[in-house]
């Protein structure tokens, strides 16, 4: 690769400038700029050309119409192995331009302000910058385009060690990150001025997707898929933080996830154990151990192997309990010291610091030929909500118990039965293909008497036959969504069987 002899500087973020055109002007570079940023550099002692200089042309219209010049432009992307782009340039004086060093107005910045005025979402859109950014990445063969202040001592040791030039491998991936600052910031700018009439519609006519990968994945469910993560920020399961323990897989993160997403519905200190997406222990208390225990005891084979969550920090005591038996991840908003040293002395346990809520917002999920998009099922049924439609009506202490497993039920596979009583998971049937199945499922797993449990139903009995099952099994309150059209004969049978049943009005089938 040729010498690089001009930069153009124009920069928004400043952080690592002053050194970075030092480095440039070491090389012998000469170097052009614009504004805050000419001013900044001669402030350092640098001898900088200003671009009204090269344009003939000055600066104008509060700083609009800066860079966009042909003798800019045309120094950008001429391409120097074309001798009627050379002849071109030579017949109007224009001089190449051999790096472009820009970064963009914070337009973030200012769109995370609630209450920005449109005059001023506006006035922080950059113009010149997208443009010269995506000039000089379009002729990346002859201009290197640096928009990340953090590749500045990197690119000028590369020059120290290339005799002043970069090699085509750095000018290709410059390029690609140039391509990827410029899409990005138009997203940014579309998605905010959507909200400024208002809420956006919650689904538009075309979804774009734009999220970093954050790992590349050994493998996914299987050993010949391949898979990676993806990550939008630093909150829940995709944003959390590995304290410990191998590499997760895709199956760990997955299960972690619906871990995390079960304890976020405790106010009380909870405990989740998770096996192939389902909940085979769960359980609440007035501390953590305590629900680490009760969660436990519910399923202790199938917590073998098992991911777990906890909606607290865990401590010694809890570490303690969780060391007896073989687990492959935690996820957590924390550990005590105690805590940490007790657990990493299994190696291969990973353990992640998960922060935010476990909302996803929006759930996409693939099918052939395309995506399904739905909003996160985030509804929480209260008390006051529900209805009692039987003529024995639940004990405080059923109701407690009722309320739990309801929460447990939503993030139980469907068709979905859990057993419970009041802060602890007894059993559940889970993935069924008839509810009677699920009834039967949840009951041969339990472990614990079920003898005075409730039941909960993610979806409507359509007959009295699964709640005639689970009574027999010795539950004796009941909590489902309603809506069958044979509610009235799933009602008669519940009083004839003399137990409670309470409608919630809402669903909640988890496929």
Known sequence: MPRIQRALLSVTDKTGLIPFAQ??????????????????????????RDVAEVTGFPEMLDGRVKTI????????????????????????????????????????????????????LIENIDIGGPTMIRAAAKNYQDVAVVTDPSAYPALLEEMAAQGGSLTPATHWQLARQAFALTASYDRAITARLALVDGAPEPFPSTLDLRVPRA????YGENPHQ???????????????????????????????????????????????????????????????????????????????????????????????????????????????????????????????????????????????????VQSADSVRTGRAEMRVVTKAVPTPEQWEALEFGWRVAKHVKSNAIVYARAGQLLAAGAGQMSRVDAVKT?????????????????????FPDGLELAASHGAVAFIQPGGSVKDSEVIEAADALGVSMVFTGHRHFRH
Not at 25 to 42: F, H, M, P, Q
Not at 215 to 218: G, I, T
Request: glycine content about 10%; some cysteine; proline content about 3%.
């Open 23 to 48: 480095g440039l002007a070491v090389s012998g570079v000469e170097l052009i700029s614009t504004g805050g940023t000419a001013r900044l550099l001669r402030d350092a002692g640098l001898a900088v």
């Open 69 to 120: 010049h042909p003798r800019v432009a045309a120094g950008v992307l001429a391409i120097r192995s074309e001798a009627a782009h050379m002849a071109a340039l030579a017949e109007h004086g224009i001089g190449l331009i051999d790096m472009v060093v820009v970064n963009l107005y914070d337009f973030a910045k200012v769109a995370a302000r609630a209450d920005a005025p449109l005059h001023e």
């Open 215 to 218: 790992a590349v994945l050994r």
């Open 226 to 372: 391949a898979a990676a993560l993806y990550a939008s920020g630093t909150e829940g399961i995709a944003g959390a933080r590995q304290l410990h323990g191998k590499e997760l897989s895709y199956n760990n993160l997955v299960d972690l996830d619906a871990a995390w997403q079960l304890v976020q519905e405790f106010d009380r200190p909870a405990s989740a154990i998770i096996k192939h997406t389902n909940p085979c222990g769960c359980a609440e208390a007035d501390a953590l151990a305590t629900s680490y225990r009760r969660a436990f005891e519910a399923d202790p084979v199938s917590a073998f192997g098992g991911v777990l969550a906890f909606n607290r920090t865990v401590d010694e005591e809890t570490a303690a309990e969780i060391g007896k038996t073989f687990i492959e991840a935690i996820a957590a908003p924390g550990y005590t010291q105690k805590a940490l040293s007790l657990l990493t002395a299994k190696k291969n346990l990973r353990l992640l610091e998960v922060s935010g809520a476990a909302d996803a917002g929006a759930v996409i999920k693939s099918i052939s030929g395309g995506l399904l």
């Open 442 to 462: 949840g009951a041969m797993k339990a472990v614990l008497p079920l003898a005075g449990c409730v039941v909960a139903s993610d979806a409507f009995f359509p």
